[in-house]
C-alpha cells in the first residue's frame, strides 16, 4: 500500500536549535515533493519544493533534501524561532495525466523559549 | 491579488440541507482543488479541476458535488450529508501544466453536520 509518514506527530525543541523533520514514502514515485506549513483553523502554507533530480533546496533559514533512493525527505530549519512552531506538512506531487499532490501525515513542531 | 478566498467560513448545517461552498482565485491558475481536512490530519484530496474539467474524483461520495463555473470559481455542493461529514473543507488552486507548481490555499470552510 502506499503511505507518507512524517517522523513523529510532535517535535518540541530549543529556539535556536536546528528542526529537522523527516517525510518517509513507500510505493511512490513522485516527480516533486513540497513542504507547506499550518497554522491551526488555517490552510497550509507552500515553503519549499524539490524535484525528483534535485539533492537539496534552500530558502533563508529552511532546507530541504531529497533522497530517491532512501524515499526520503529532510526538513531542517535553522536557529528556530517560536514563531516557527506550526504543522509541517510534506506533500508528494506525482504525475499522471493530472498533478496530485497527497500530504503526509504531518508533524507538529513546538519551539520553546 | 495571490489570494483564495472561500465562503462562507463557517457553516452548520442539518443532514437534510442542501447547501455550497464557494471558492475564488484571480491569480489566472489553471487548476483547483477541493480537500477535507479533519482535526490533527493532514488534507485528504477529494477533487481536482485542470483546465475547468473535473479530472480526479478520489472517490467521493455523491452526496458531494463539485463544480467549476469558469477558470476563477470552484463550488462544492452538498447534500444529505452525515455527521461524519464535518470537518475542515480546503480550496487551492495552482498553475497547472506540468511543473508541479505550489498550491495556494483558503482558509478553509468549518462544515459542521448536525
Known amino acids: 500500500s502506499q503511505k507518507i509518514e512524517q517522523n513523529s506527530e510532535a517535535l518540541n525543541i530549543q529556539e535556536g536549535k536546528t528542526a529537522t523533520l523527516t517525510c518517509n514514502y513507500t510505493n511512490y514515485s513522485p516527480a516533486y515533493l513540497q513542504w507547506y506549513r499550518q497554522d491551526p483553523g488555517r490552510g497550509p502554507v507552500f515553503l519549499l519544493l524539490?524535484?525528483?533530480?534535485?539533492k537539496e533546496k534552500r530558502k533563508e533559514r529552511l532546507k530541504v533534501t531529497f533522497d530517491t533512493t532512501l524515499k526520503q525527505s529532510l526538513f531542517h530549519i535553522t536557529a528556530s524561532q517560536p514563531a516557527d512552531s506550526a504543522t509541517y506538512l510534506c506533500?508528494?506531487?506525482?504525475?499522471?495525466?493530472?498533478?496530485?499532490?497527497?500530504f503526509g501525515t504531518g508533524t507538529r513542531l513546538k519551539v520553546l523559549a | 491579488d495571490t489570494e483564495v478566498t472561500q465562503t462562507p467560513k463557517h457553516l452548520v448545517m442539518g443532514m437534510t440541507n442542501k447547501k455550497s461552498l464557494k471558492c475564488e482565485q484571480h491569480?489566472?491558475?489553471?487548476?483547483m482543488y477541493w480537500y477535507k481536512q479533519k482535526a490533527k490530519k493532514p488534507p485528504e484530496l477529494m477533487f481536482v479541476y485542470s483546465y475547468e474539467k473535473l479530472s480526479i474524483n478520489e472517490s467521493v461520495p455523491s452526496r458531494f458535488s463539485p463544480e467549476c463555473p469558469n477558470s476563477s470559481l470552484l463550488n462544492l455542493h452538498l447534500h444529505a450529508l452525515q455527521p461524519e461529514d464535518s470537518a475542515l473543507y480546503l480550496c487551492?488552486?495552482?498553475?497547472?501544466?506540468?511543473?508541479?507548481?505550489?498550491?495556494?490555499f483558503g482558509p478553509g470552510t468549518r462544515l459542521t453536520v448536525l
Open positions: 491569480m489566472g491558475h489553471r487548476a
Open positions: 487551492a488552486s495552482s498553475q497547472g501544466g506540468d511543473r508541479g507548481n505550489e498550491q495556494f
Open positions: 524539490i524535484r525528483e533530480n534535485e
Open positions: 506533500a508528494l506531487v506525482s504525475v499522471s495525466g493530472t498533478y496530485k499532490y497527497i
